[in-house]
């Protein structure tokens, strides 16, 4: 890694003594909760645990007051529709509105002011800046975009890099490929797994994705681009460099990856408070174990979250990164979810792990996976589509690898070319079956 290429939003706070950063995020958690009295929804949960907000002064104190979580938030909305009582604001007085992808609940919609959505694109400057985006870079985003707060936020957060930014939205993976090659994009952000669609698509069209302009993918939505094997074949395919970060609609952008590329991504501890717990215990983990996500955003004043459980298992470490920031960093990314494990034989998994074994396999174009529970264990069977190689063949590379690296059986079926879905945002390639 050369010293030089190492770029930052803010150099100086990135790399703050991590005494100096706590008392800056407790300055800030202070100015968030004297605004906060006009916020029924947190002004009820203060009372409720017989906590004042202008006693609480540090992140330390804060650890009173319970956890938010989901749940709880979508609760809140039906009964006091449309955004429940969450905003501190009047109305007039926000300016975006976005809603969550409701893959397990009601959508959430959130608000932003224009302060609000000013603290996104700072934590977007981060993202890029880390990733060595400048002025001279074309960014594609390749999103669909419609009510989903990431793809605007990364749009928006381009522009702010200096970046020239192009949007594509309302249009076919084939026409998004021509469109990053026709314009010299440099760097591209979206999902993992579309990143991979997209190399699938090039080579039927027989585009040179690997021989174009772009030298950065930037990535979220999913583990993807934390884990190695995934990692690995989004670089092969496009030539470049990928990049993970971490982000979600009613926290914000609150991880980002660096150029020294050490396989964990920083927290963004300037604009959040981090917490680690046991998610069966809801007791605060001790750091290097893994552990449940908890962040309480500090530059959302107008719709904030404070101790929201975010349901993502992390193994956070304090390590100095070689790139010099001080900012803590997970590795590995998000390992999981804890509502997502696997007990496959006794054995716990996270559907993480099994993509970084198929990823390794080339031959497999696309993959799916049926889990069947039975008695409290999980059975997978593994449907894939392969490319010119024999079903045989690849399904005993899949048992080996199985047995090697995760020491479990599976079931592997064939699934005709194409015939599994696509995704061009989160992959949802998990499917509960009973029986
Ligand atoms: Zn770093």
New binding site residues.
Partial sequence: MNEQR?TFHRRELETLDRQLLREKQDLRLRNLLDHLATNRFYEEKFRLAGLRMESVRSAEELRLLPFTTKSELAADQQAYPPYGRILTYPLARYRYLHQTSGTTLQPLKWLDTAEDWESWIDCWSYVYR?AGVTEQDVVFCAFSFGPYVSHWAAMDGARRTGALCLSGGGLSSEQRLRMIIDSGCTVVACTPTYALHLAEVARGVGLDLAGSAVHTTIHAGEPGASIPAVKRRIEREWGATCYDHAGATEVGAWAF????Q?G???LHELEFIFELIDPETGQTADPGTRGELVITNLGRIGMPVLRYRTGDLVDMTLDP?????S?A?IRGGVVGRADDMLIVRGVNLYPSAIDNLIRDIPAIVEYEVEVRRRAGMDDLLIKIETGDQPFSDVEQAVFAAFRSRLNIRVSVRAAAPGSLPRYEFKARRYKRVTG
């Fill in positions: 190492i880390a990856d660096c150029q020294a050490t964990a991504i920083h990164c070689p790139c010099g920031r900012l960093r």
